[in-house]
């Protein structure tokens, strides 16, 4: 994906990465190779581009936690993942969700931002970029972090509710404790309004555009106030995209050369292609569930590009066509998203007439003519529950397996889900505590500071 080959290996994880062993006597064990330190911008560079390569797939596995998704009954995918799928929480086996990837990510960021005076060999205006983009790389991470390990954000809940630790230093001594949802969310939106003063690239070419960018920013400020139920931020910061760039992919024209999946780098619709949410193993453990399917009704021209066939020996459940875990499926951020960002806002403002234009700019593009017809004729008869509901249910089918759907539900309705598994009925209840994954051992062993 970069064009860029590494210059050389800037940094080595030795012993541990971020809290991963209980060997290790620092929160952070990383070590420059030698002396090789960097200097330059292209140095920095590189060191940035590193971040960017680490595969982040916890919200891919997260994906199966959710009615949507059946692990197949195969024996190595059960063994990885069978209980991610029933919620297990107390000495879990097979594959584990990830902590020190991102405390890695953020100690390259506070590096490039720490060393922003003495990069060497470049512009100002190309250092501010790199900059820019390790606030944001910062703020991202600690974003995944507080939506995998805290509690969702509430108003009521947010001050006092412990999540997990804010790492803004270089300080590999530190044994940092918890702080709260609200610390969190206040860091994240400070590192994305320093973003915003240094990065100056509104978008990168296909081939550069995982770098996070200026379209960016406001995008990532979108799903950030979303999630805080801030409606009217959220809906600025999504206008201000859909300003600049409104593109969608036209699934009426899904046989055209032109016609791209949405989720893929090469996308009209690509704002940032960062991340690919599932691992190798993950998407081929992945099925989708008949009642996920039966969401997809006649006339949306989405489905047959988004399953397979049913697996009879999987109980009925669907293979995933839409995404798998090959580059060319990276998406973090794209322009679908800021139109339902802009709709869920208003409609939470009361703001009908706004939030149906918004919604039904998208469906247009995504079901035949008369099957837009009548959704268009549903929508335009909706109250304003009604409308939110379907909002929500048009982003589950629209964003589905791109990583937005267990993060979608924690921060709305938590509800109730059901799965029968091996003829047992297995039941997540409604505001569950396991909507929040436990900070992995390993961690705590590390640093028992993390119980506080």
Avoid at 65 to 93: A, C, G, L, M, Y
Avoid at 186 to 204: F, P, T, V
Avoid at 328 to 333: D, G, N, P, R, S
Avoid at 340 to 355: R, S
Wanted: hydrophobic share 35%; charged share 25%; proline share 3%.
């Amino acid at each position: 994906m970069d064009k860029i080959k590494k210059l050389y290996t800037i940094f080595i994880i030795s012993g541990c990465l971020v809290l991963s062993l209980t060997s290790c006597d620092s929160f952070l064990d990383i070590q420059p190779v030698g002396k090789v330190i960097p200097n330059t911008l292209e140095e920095y560079r590189a060191l940035i581009t590193t971040a960017y390569g680490v595969d982040l797939t916890d919200r891919g596995m997260c994906d199966m936690r959710t009615e949507d998704i059946s692990v197949s009954k195969d024996e190595f995918d059960q063994n990885n993942f069978k209980d991610i799928e029933r919620w297990v929480t107390s000495n879990p086996s097979g594959t584990e969700f990830g902590w020190s990837y991102y405390y890695q990510n953020i100690y390259y960021a506070n590096a490039i931002i720490n060393k922003k005076n003495e990069i060497t060999e470049g512009s100002e205006a190309e250092i501010n970029q790199l900059v820019g983009e390790a606030y944001f790389m910062r703020g991202y991470m600690h974003f995944l972090l507080v939506n995998l390990y805290g509690q969702p954000y509430t108003k009521e809940g947010a001050p006092t509710s412990k999540a997990i630790p804010l790492k803004l230093s270089l300080d590999l001594e530190e044994m940092p404790t918890r702080n709260t949802v609200e610390e969190i969310y206040a860091s994240i939106l400070s590192d994305i309004e320093n973003a915003r003063q240094l990065i100056n690239h509104k978008e990168w070419e296909t081939g550069y555009n995982y770098r996070f960018s200026k379209l960016a920013v406001d995008a990532f400020e979108s799903r950030v106030r979303l999630y805080k139920g801030e409606w009217q931020a959220a809906y600025n910061a999504a206008e201000r995209v859909l300003e600049q760039k409104n593109t969608l992919e036209d699934y009426n024209n899904n046989n055209s050369t032109d016609f791209q999946m949405p989720n893929t780098y090469t996308s009209v619709e690509s704002i940032t292609a960062y991340e690919n949410v599932y691992s190798r193993n993950g998407i081929n453990a992945s099925l989708a569930t008949p009642t996920f399917v039966k969401m997809f009704k006649e006339g949306d021209l989405r489905t047959e590009r988004y399953f397979g066939d049913a697996d009879e020996k999987n109980d009925g459940n669907y293979k995933i066509i839409k995404t798998d875990e090959t580059s060319q499926y990276k998406c973090t951020f794209r322009t679908a998203e800021l139109y339902l960002n802009a709709a869920e806002a208003l409609a939470q403002l009361d703001q009908l007439p706004e939030a149906r234009d918004y919604l039904l700019k998208l469906m247009e593009k995504r079901y035949t003519s008369a099957g837009y017809t009548q959704k268009k004729n549903e929508v335009n008869a909706m109250n304003q529950a009604e409308l939110i509901t379907e909002i929500l249910n048009e982003r589950a089918r629209e964003l589905a397996f791109e990583g937005h759907r267990w993060f979608d539900l924690r921060r709305t309705t938590r509800p109730e889900q059901r799965k029968i598994i091996d003829g047992q009925t297995l039941i997540l209840s409604q505001d569950d505590e396991r909507y929040t994954l436990r900070i992995p051992q390993s961690a705590i062993a590390a640093n028992p500071d993390l119980m506080n």
